[in-house]
């Protein structure tokens, strides 16, 4: 049997056509390697910054699976081996800073009470009135959200303000399509009965009910003045923070809002807003007055011992 073995063996090696042709194979695998190495050493340069593993508190950089630094989002031909980068925010002096100036009251303890006062008072709404809201109001909400601190002072951040009630319209029917879906088939049992509380299903009256619709798409890259891309580090807690500060806003004004994060409708919905590629929807906020029959689950927030840990 062994002898047999070693004689198919032979006979293969002797007929087989990398045997054969290694000479010509083996210089076109060799050019072959190089090409490749070439390649990748231009577009991710001689280190392959990019794609170190990082995320060690300390910042430093691990090797490991190829992951991106924490907060980076990977764009395009960004970084390159051989190139002098020059910062994407223009080079400004510092000015003196003497604090916040302008308080909810004199007494900083009454300010943050007031505050707390303000947002403890807020609610999710899912059911609004038809009464007309100021688009003012609305707008100038936003430009509060504008405020918010981002990556490298790249604002990475898109408000899509929408009162057509024909967008309106074709928003839901995009939502309500994929949510049915959703809920019937992709969510876990335990997600869906994990909402049964709250009372909320694939059907979504308030996204034709309340008077606008905020979707909020965060930017995962920009542009420089020449028409450079350029990176926007952190650009999803950025524009998160900016969320944050939105919904405070409208609180502050007499506005009720509600946070949606509609599952696999991103896509469609920056599809139908025509929205470009480096936009992707992170939030959707129903945005007017409550219903004057709008009821809310009788929930209690946590106490503060129960979210503060003291050092």
Request: proline residues 6%; hydrophobic residues 35%.
């Amino acid at each position: 049997m062994a002898s047999y073995l070693e004689n198919m063996v032979d006979w293969f090696l002797s007929t087989s056509a990398l045997v054969t042709y290694w000479n010509y194979i083996f210089p076109v695998l060799v050019g072959l390697y190089l090409a490749i190495s070439l390649y990748d050493k231009h577009r991710y340069g001689s280190k392959k910054q990019l794609r170190i593993t990082s995320s060690p508190r300390d910042g430093s950089p691990a090797a490991g699976n190829g992951a991106k630094l924490d907060g980076m989002e990977y764009v395009g031909e960004l970084e390159q081996a051989d190139y002098d980068p020059l910062p994407a925010l223009e080079d400004k002096p510092h000015v003196p800073y003497v604090g916040a100036t302008v308080t909810l009251a004199k007494d900083p303890l009454e300010a943050a009470n007031r505050f707390y006062e303000i947002v403890n008072d807020r609610r999710s709404v899912r059911q609004f009135s038809r009464r007309p809201v100021d688009a003012a109001i609305v707008e100038r909400c936003i430009q509060a959200a504008g405020t918010a601190p981002s990556g490298a002072h790249t604002e990475p951040w898109t408000f899509c303000l929408v009162s057509d009630s024909s967008i309106k319209q074709s928003i839901r029917e995009i939502i309500e399509a994929e949510e049915f879906i959703n809920y019937t088939q992709r969510m876990a049992k335990q997600w869906v009965t994990d909402l049964r509380p709250i009372r909320t299903n694939h059907i979504k009256e308030y996204l034709t009910e309340a008077p606008y619709l905020i979707l909020i798409f965060k930017q995962t890259y920009g542009y420089k003045t020449d028409g450079g891309k350029k990176q926007h580090y952190y650009n999803e807690i950025s524009t998160s923070i900016a969320t944050g500060i939105l919904l405070c806003a409208l609180q502050s004004a007499g506005l009720s809002s509600l946070i949606t994060t509609p599952l696999n409708c991103g896509p469609a919905l920056r599809n139908l807003l025509e929205r470009p590629p480096n936009e992707k929807l992170l939030v959707l906020l129903p945005v007017g007055y409550a219903a004057e029959d709008c009821t809310v689950p009788d929930l209690h927030r946590k106490s503060k011992e129960d979210i503060i840990v003291r050092f």
